[in-house]
């Protein structure tokens, strides 16, 4: 268990010698991206260097997305050209987690998808049957909609739902018709909420997941974080050691959160989402489920904690 | 209180003597319409017999619908055209209740409608200025989506949501932008969750608003049924008593939980959504909230209730 076990511990307040005993306390990262690696196209300022440095040191590295829009490749392609150094196994994304989610269980129908390419192409890469993503509008009058237009494919066996900028009144009935049936598996890729932005809210899959959820009756699987599963392929068989692995993220819900359920360190970056002023409302909750969102360590963004790293290998000052 | 205080009593079990005692313990009848009066443009057998011969009796009728695509007078209508002696301030509607709601609070700023023209319509009546309701469909790319196709209107001082069979991605980005400020008001008709039907499942109002209510991070107030805002109109000031007031309706966490809300005697008719196998489920249940949902009285469909009525009349055998 780590010495800073949620006490959400500003790493840029500890002596130097602290700092290279925390660095020493773990051989695993386990990082989110979006708001701490990067923002949208642009690395964030030291990011690249602090995880190139982790694995200078030795350390396993693992980029651990709730994007269900991107492949694997893709991600891999993104981290590259902004100069981190990882392999497509350093890869965890939801959308090849969902599709080996299904391989593992010999899903042998259709999936319904309400989400990307990211989705389909996963499932394309693991042999799995699915219908096509993209626009899927309301034609005439509901009445003529229902009667004419809504054909219900009778080979579906499982609905996945995650980030989908098409989603629509038919795609929620076709998903809510297809669940009736109890044999039908209904999987969620993520429950992210929502993406605040300068001027505008972005919605996330969360809230496409919610409307099935609400229409169909069902509660779905959610394969991405705070649930183990997306970490299946890591903690079973037993490549990493919980206790002696550090989850990086900038949303507590998600990142934090999974880091407590897995038993790994957790470092919260203020980068994105969630900041010091949240961490001190989850403290004066009363909420037990608050708690759990409270991280081990906290630092402003990944970058700042590049000084510290290169004082632990040279000796000098912090 | 009911002597039957959700005992979930099968009127058709009682004698002819109990019936025609019950029929005096009220003297105002409120009713949901979709599976208790009519199904689509069908009046059920003998609903309409059964509530005329009710306003016959000197009973005051209400129709009370969550269905907020209609104005009242579109339902006044409907109503009058399947038979039934209904005036227009005998009907409660979700569309024209919201309209009510936002007009008392004297309301001067501009609407963002998710719903259709029977909200706008009752808006307009009330002088509330409001955006339009139709397709609002995904143009292009996310990013370009964003940065091109996105107007918020600065005047947006309330998201209303009912249903909405053109619900799209941009609507849902819209809607969590605007509530993005907390002074901007959120209004839910109602939050019926789905409309099942013989081979498909028609989405309710619900899984839009609980898609916006995710994407927001924002509750929403709630018009409909079982919030006794619906009631608004009929208890303060106090027109009706409810001690002497039945509630009729298909759909028990709607009409039979509005009904215990407000302390009205309460009817459940097997036409359309909830059954008895589903009191029984409510009666195993160890959670208080589905206590709530347990009807007084039963029927298999309002119709059967004619020849307890006749006879009650006229002195006959049951």
């Known amino acids: 268990m780590s010495t800073y076990k949620q006490t959400c511990t500003n790493l840029l307040e500890l002596s130097n010698s602290k700092v290279t005993e925390w660095l020493a306390?773990?051989?695993?990262?386990?990082?989110?991206?979006?708001?701490?690696?990067?923002?949208?196209?642009?690395?964030?300022?030291?990011?690249?260097?602090?995880?190139?440095?982790?694995?200078?040191?030795?350390?396993?590295?693992?980029f651990c997305t709730n994007n269900s829009t991107k492949t694997r490749a893709e991600l891999l392609k993104k981290g590259l050209e902004l100069g981190f150094?990882?392999?497509?196994?350093?890869?965890i994304s939801t959308a090849h987690a969902t599709a080996a989610y299904l391989k593992q269980r010999k899903f042998d129908?259709?999936?319904?998808?309400?989400?990307?390419?990211?989705?389909?192409?996963?499932?394309d890469k693991v042999g799995i049957k699915h219908t096509q993503c993209g626009p899927d509008p309301m034609q005439g009058p509901l009445g003529e909609f229902m009667a004419q237009h809504l054909k219900l494919d009778t080979d579906i066996g499982a609905v996945v739902v995650g980030f989908d900028e098409h989603f629509s009144f038919p795609k929620m009935m076709k998903a809510a018709s297809y669940l009736n049936?109890?044999?039908?598996?209904?999987?969620?890729?993520?429950?992210?909420?929502c993406f605040p932005m300068p001027n505008m809210v972005v919605p996330g899959s969360g809230s496409f997941v919610k409307a099935i959820q609400t229409c169909s009756e069902r509660t779905p699987t959610v394969i991405g974080k705070p649930n183990p599963a997306i970490c299946e392929s890591l903690l079973n068989p037993k490549k990493i050691d919980p206790a002696r692995t550090l989850m990086i993220g900038d949303r507590a819900n998600t990142d934090i959160l999974l880091g407590f359920n897995c038993g790994f360190q957790t470092l919260l970056v203020g980068s994105g989402i969630h900041h010091l002023s949240d961490v001190d409302q989850w403290r004066k909750s009363k909420d037990p489920e608050d708690k759990k969102l409270i991280p081990d360590l906290y630092l402003p963004k990944l970058g700042d904690l590049l000084p510290a790293i290169v004082n632990s290998q040279t000796g000098g000052s912090y």
Request: proline fraction near 1%; glycine fraction near 10%; charge should be negative.
């Open 25 to 62: 306390s773990f051989d695993t990262v386990i990082t989110d991206c979006d708001g701490v690696l990067w923002i949208y196209g642009n690395a964030l300022e030291g990011s690249v260097d602090v995880m190139n440095q982790f694995k200078a040191m030795g350390k396993k590295i693992y």
């Open 109 to 123: 129908k259709r999936v319904y998808v309400i989400g990307s390419e990211g989705i389909t192409q996963e499932l």
């Open 85 to 91: 150094r990882i392999t497509e196994e350093g890869i």
């Open 181 to 193: 049936d109890p044999k039908c598996l209904f999987v969620a890729t993520n429950t992210d909420e």
